[in-house]
């Protein structure tokens, strides 16, 4: 085993051979490293945990039991309920570049056909590298909240979430090795909430940042996703980790519901605040900046752009549809936020339907995935091709007027 630690991020791309992709075009994936090949390089981080033991084993009926219990019924296998095989689809470049509001951005109009797909392709590593070190900071918080939540069903169902998000990581790494066959590293304001919650030496706040912001946001971005992916395969990775994110996001909003009404004024602040901050950073940071930088792009005049995109602007609607009801309900939209959270044009997501209610018809839904795709799938289809019926509308306007001055 080869081992290198470092105070520093890495920032470099990955590469991996024998991807879905690329079969064919380089050799096949029969040269996976070995063992002794893998240098393991390890980033520290230094956590002052205050653990608890739990004495009496009081199993109360509650809630939190019964997501427990669904959560060990609905456990899945990435090996064996994804099916691997299917071929790898076509891409609709035009279709992307509408999307992501590109189409007329004069440094990607610079780039040939081929440019292009590649350009989609990093896009799209960009995002399932998102994805994949966001599961391994649940991975970390969801084992430190076991040794930190002070009660007997919190600590299983933390434990329990813990395993679920092992697979989550072992499924988004194994797409994209297999997959897609570049990784990008962690963007740095995503790592800069993930060193918050998981050095902070307070466990609700840990718990906060997790299962409120943290997964609110993958729940957002895993749909969002979901629905814009032309790969099957993919489609069915999210649906079962989504439906995995739903139960940890219901957890937390119910333990935390009880939980913060233990707090001081000023406790609760701190923690409303920093929940503030957080959706800040996630809506205004959280863009492919790197990719951009690849391609020798002004970064800041592309994050601009891509920002007002059908994407982007989907992305915030989802993220805060969720976030904010769900912050309402636990009771941190306190005094001092609102105001802020008012500024930023999100306020009215106040009154949606939160987390808090368990819809249990939907979260036990057996493993289907086929039929779950198939309804989203034509609710977004129709999504896109309004938004592209508009654009053209829009044109042909245009070029009426043209031609008529
Ligand atoms: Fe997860
Ligand atoms: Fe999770």
Redesign the pocket.
């Known amino acids: 085993m080869e081992l290198t630690y470092t105070d520093k991020t890495p920032r470099k791309i990955q590469s991996f051979k024998g991807s879905d992709r690329k079969r064919g075009q380089e050799g096949d994936i029969d040269d996976l490293l070995t063992s002794s090949d893998v240098e393991h390089v390890a980033e520290i981080f230094n956590t002052p945990l205050t653990g608890s033991y739990n004495w009496n084993y009081k199993i109360q009926d509650d809630r939190i039991k019964k997501l427990y219990e669904l959560g060990k019924e609905l456990n899945w296998n990435a090996e064996l309920d994804i099916n691997w095989d299917q071929p790898w689809p076509e891409e609709n470049i035009e279709q992307g570049a509408q999307l992501m509001n590109l189409a007329d951005y004069p440094p990607y109009m610079a780039l040939s056909d081929e440019q292009k797909q590649e350009f989609y392709v990093h896009q799209n590593a960009w995002s399932l590298s998102q994805f994949l070190h966001?599961?391994q900071g649940?991975?970390l918080v969801a084992s430190q909240l076991t040794a930190c939540a002070p009660t007997y069903n919190a600590k299983l169902y933390a434990a329990s979430q813990t395993f679920?998000?092992a697979r989550?990581?072992e499924a988004f790494n194994k797409y994209i090795q297999q997959r897609i066959g570049l990784m990008y590293p962690i963007n740095t304001s995503l790592k800069s909430i993930l060193d918050k919650i998981l050095t902070d030496s307070r466990w609700d706040l840990k718990f906060i940042g997790m299962q409120i912001i943290i997964?609110g946001l993958?729940l957002s971005a895993f749909n969002t996703a979901r629905e814009t992916t032309p790969d099957p395969v993919l489609k069915e990775l999210l649906y079962l980790?989504t439906r995995?994110?739903a139960r940890?996001v219901t957890f937390g909003v119910n333990y935390l519901e009880e939980f913060v009404k233990t707090l001081s004024e000023e406790e609760k602040n701190d923690r409303a605040e920093f929940a503030y901050e957080a959706c800040v950073v996630a809506r205004e940071r959280l863009v492919a900046t790197d990719v951009f930088h690849h391609f020798g792009w002004d970064v800041e005049e592309a994050r601009q752009r891509v920002m007002e995109g059908f994407v982007m602007s989907t992305f915030r609607n989802l993220l805060f549809q969720r976030v904010i009801p769900n912050l309402k309900r636990i009771g941190l939209m306190t005094e001092s936020v609102r105001p802020k959270f008012e500024s930023l044009g999100i306020l009215e997501f106040e009154e949606l339907p939160d987390d808090g209610d368990v819809d249990w018809s939907a979260m036990e839904r057996p493993l289907d995935t086929g039929e779950a795709q198939s309804v989203e799938q034509q609710a977004l289809q129709e999504q896109i091709e309004k938004v592209l019926n508009e654009k053209m509308a829009a044109a042909a306007a245009d070029s009426e007027a043209a031609a008529t001055a």
């Open positions: 966001g599961e649940a991975l679920d998000e989550h990581v997964e993958a980790v995995d994110e940890h």
